[in-house]
């Protein structure tokens, strides 16, 4: 039920947000407008890590995200952020809470009409995150049928645990209100390096998500609003 209250959540925002990038485009008289375009900071928060916190139980997350119109199409961007990432399998229940950070750049690919400030953008983060990873339960394996399942409940925590990555992010901006913006992004990620538990594996890391075995690859999503603060136009 949870689930399916994020993706109603998820697909109601990302059709207003396109919605709104239609109507956003409708032309302006040229005679009426400053044909300028702002240069600032866009400062705002995601809003998939507030919605699954509400909705989901064993999740916790909150980010602040940022970019600043450095020339013409190009812009520094950021993120930082906080993560309770859970997963949970038939033998195994894990935690992993700690801190991330993201930078890097976008470049907005679409031509907007004059005074329109929207983006259909790429980007390209580097990522870095630290955390402690909590082993709730989990089932050591037996081949007697006699015994039953060993499942162990103690809880153990590690640590002082870091990863890195980079990651390719695609998405679009869209100015409902004036230098107010709703935003939506898929990300892909590859993983560079990361620092283990003793005998066993970062299942999750905050910022990255799910990791797998045979793969150093991972994604994500997020879609959240944003402040424009104009410094100066040109």
């Known amino acids: 039920m949870k689930q399916t209250a994020i993706s109603l959540f998820s697909t109601s925002l990302i059709f207003l947000l396109a919605t709104g990038f239609l109507f956003a485009q409708e032309p302006t008289a040229l005679d009426t407008i400053d044909q300028r375009e702002k240069y600032g900071i866009r400062v705002g ?8 916190s509400f909705f989901q139980d ?15 199409n190009f812009y520094a961007a950021a993120e930082i952020g906080t993560e309770s990432l859970p997963f949970s399998e038939d033998n195994i229940s894990v935690v992993s809470t700690g801190q991330y950070v993201k930078i890097g750049v976008d470049y907005n690919a679409y031509e ?3 005074g329109m400030e929207n983006m259909i953008f790429a980007g390209l983060r580097y990522g870095f995150s630290t955390f402690k990873q909590e082993l709730h339960e ?3 394996y037996n081949t007697s ?3 039953g399942p060993d499942v162990r409940n103690e809880m153990i925590e590690n640590s002082g645990l870091n990863a890195s990555w980079i990651e390719l992010i695609g998405g ?3 100015e409902i209100l004036n230098n107010l913006y709703l935003t939506a992004n898929v990300q892909v990620k590859r ?3 990361q620092k283990t ?9 905050p910022g990255f998500n799910r990791t797998y075995d045979d793969s150093n690859f991972g994604v994500g999503y997020g879609y959240g609003i944003s402040y424009l603060i104009p410094i100066y136009k040109k």
């Open 45 to 52: 928060t995601d809003l998939s890590k507030l919605a699954r």
């Open 58 to 72: 064993d999740y916790d997350g909150f980010e602040i995200m940022g970019d600043y119109r450095v020339y013409d």
């Open 112 to 114: 907007n009409w004059t």
């Open 138 to 140: 989990y089932t050591i």
């Open 145 to 147: 049928q006699f015994f």
């Open 172 to 174: 679009l901006k869209v």
């Open 191 to 193: 993983r560079l390096f």
């Open 197 to 205: 538990p003793n005998n066993f594996d970062n299942l999750t890391i």
